[in-house]
Structures are given as C-alpha cells and as structure tokens.
C-alpha cells in the first residue's frame, strides 16, 4: 500500500499548533496592520492575509456554547459548512483555536500523506487526520478516541468540500456515527457522559455589501454563527 494510502496517527505537538494558531490568525487571515492597506505592501499576500479575512463576527454567546460543548466528560464533533477550499481552513482552524486548541481537523489524504514524509510529519504534529478514500475505518476510530479524551474533532467537512456559498450543506454521516460510537462507549464508564455535534455555519461578506468580492484588496469579514 502506497504512503498517500497508509493511515498514521497524528502526533500533535501543543507548541507547534500553538505557533500555527498566530501564523494562520496574522498571515493567512488578518494580515499585518499598517502594511495590509499600504501600497505597495497591500499587493504581498502575507502582508495583506492570503484569505484577507479581518473580522470573524462570531457573537460571544455563541463562542461561549462551543467552548462549552467541549472538554472533560464529553466528546465534540464539529461540522462546519464549507463554501470553499482554501479560506475555510483557516477560519475553521481560528474557531477551534479558541474552544479547544487540541481539536484534531480531518484533511484529505493527499495533503496529509502525499507532500513527502517532512511535510506529513509537519501535518501530523499540527493535529490533522488523514481521509483516505474508501478506507477511512482508521480515520473514524482515531477520532472517537481522541474525543473520548475531550477534545474536538473538526470534520472539514469529513476530508471534502462541497463548493457552495449560499447552500447549507446536509450533515454528513459520519458525524453521527462517531458521535453515537462515542456516547456508547463513554456511557459504559461514565453515566453522564455527553456527546456534541457541533454545526458552524458562516459566510464571507464584504464590510460594505455584505457580499463577496474577489478583488485582491478588499477586505473581508466572516458572518458566523453556530
């Protein structure tokens, strides 16, 4: 079986997600101030944010309910509706960041395994799991134990995207499979123990129209809500 085929267990490294978690929230999504609306600092994507993303509007109430869903004597499975590819990611990734750090984020295969052994070790320690076509048993069990531990578990959403923007996607199944898998085997040991999914819906839109613009210098904000 090929590498980009084999299934491995991350191996989170709390330090290095912690660095990621600035690198994501100041390169990819805000950019920095005082060169993201400077020419010509303004054209260099790691000035500006890749994803130029400078607001995320998630009220406080409903970052509260997350964070509360997660932790010691339950297990979350987060389900976030992704409109695209790239942005989604990185916002997905902010969220988790303030509820539970060490929440384990699902990535197909062939970015986790088919960049070369440097860049899965990387991936590993960053806490991402694997969706391997067809074969996604390992996937599934590493992720009800590593919920059963209290931390989250981020679908991205399950390894794929659905490339829709004014669509709320359906849940998908394994969602609830482990969630049920999960609220079994924590209920053999714990009588209360609880199991979450976690829905987060959200949508890019321009501070001005409230719409997307896809001009390289228009900033934007992230409309969420759980």
Do not use: Y
Not at 37 to 47: E, I, K, R, T, Y
Not at 102 to 124: E, P
Not at 140 to 153: C, F, N, Q, Y
């Amino acid at each position: 079986m090929s590498r980009i085929d084999t299934f491995v267990a991350p191996r989170p490294n709390p330090a290095l997600i912690r660095a990621m978690t600035s690198v994501n929230r100041i390169v990819m999504l805000r950019g920095i101030p005082g060169f993201r609306d400077l020419l010509p600092f303004n054209c260099l994507a790691g000035l500006r944010g890749v994803s130029n993303v400078r607001h995320i509007d998630f009220p406080d109430a409903d970052l509260e309910r997350l964070k509360a869903s997660c932790g010691a004597g339950k297990a979350t499975f987060i389900t976030p509706n992704h409109p695209e590819f790239f942005t989604d990611w990185m916002i997905d990734k902010e969220i988790v960041s303030q509820v539970s750090p060490l929440t384990a984020s699902w990535a197909t295969n062939g970015v986790v395994n088919g960049l070369g052994r440097l860049m899965q070790k990387f991936w590993l320690a960053n806490n991402l799991i694997a969706q391997i076509p067809g074969n996604s048993g390992a996937a599934k069990e590493h992720s009800i134990a590593w919920a059963l531990k209290g931390h989250g578990v981020l679908l991205h959403p399950e390894g794929g995207v659905g490339w829709h923007a004014n669509v709320v996607a359906p849940l998908l199944p394994g969602a609830v499979e482990m969630g049920l898998e999960a609220l079994k085997r924590g209920r053999a040991t714990d009588p209360n123990f609880k199991v979450w999914i976690a829905p987060v819906v959200w949508k890019l839109a321009s501070p001005a129209t409230s719409k997307r613009h896809w001009r390289r210098n228009a900033p934007m904000s992230r409309k969420t809500s759980k």
